[in-house]
């Protein structure tokens, strides 16, 4: 591996452990799940087609490695029974830390696949196609996640949240 790809993964650490955290609520399990991510980067870099930005490619590993830890949660429910959304850490501001709390709580509740785009495109800044790339589906389903996901965050937000019998899951 060659300084300057090594110098490209480094650098997406910042935005990588912003999005670990998005996804996962917990400051110890999204710094694991950062840890996962860039072992496997470290260790598969040769396998890296080159077709794209490192970054995206280091999300797209982000993702897989979340989604297969959902599966693997999923198939053991004893094992998080009386998992709640942590707090997070007090912030300098009460209030910035009672609407920091807010959302993120609003975020945990969206479901995985709208966080994960709504996240990607909103705080890391990442184009469609490059959001596409890295969760492996079609750009015409990251614009509907994320409208999906914009307007049920907006409804939550409104206090109006569409009960769970009215929302459609499409894959």
């Not at 509907?144 to 009215?166: D, F, K, V, Y």
């Amino acid at each position: 591996m060659r300084a300057q790809d090594e110098a490209e993964i480094v650098a997406c650490i910042p935005s990588l452990r912003r999005y670990a955290r998005g996804l996962v609520s917990d400051r110890d399990r999204a710094d694991d799940l950062l840890q996962d991510t860039l072992e496997r980067a470290w260790s598969r870099f040769s396998m890296w087609q080159k077709r794209g930005e490192v970054r995206a490619w280091m999300f797209g590993i982000m993702h897989n490695h979340f989604i297969d830890r959902l599966r693997a949660q999923r198939s053991r429910p004893e094992d998080s029974a009386g998992d709640d959304v942590l707090e997070l850490p007090q912030r300098a501001q009460q209030a910035d830390a009672l609407e920091m709390r807010d959302l993120d709580r609003l975020l945990q509740r969206l479901p995985p696949e709208h966080r994960e785009v709504l996240l990607l495109v909103a705080v890391e800044e990442l184009s469609y196609q490059e959001v596409a790339s890295a969760l492996g589906v079609p750009i015409g389903t990251v614009m509907s996640r994320l409208s999906r996901a914009r307007t049920r965050l907006r409804e939550e937000m409104q206090g109006r949240a569409a009960p769970a019998s009215r929302i459609q899951r499409v894959k």
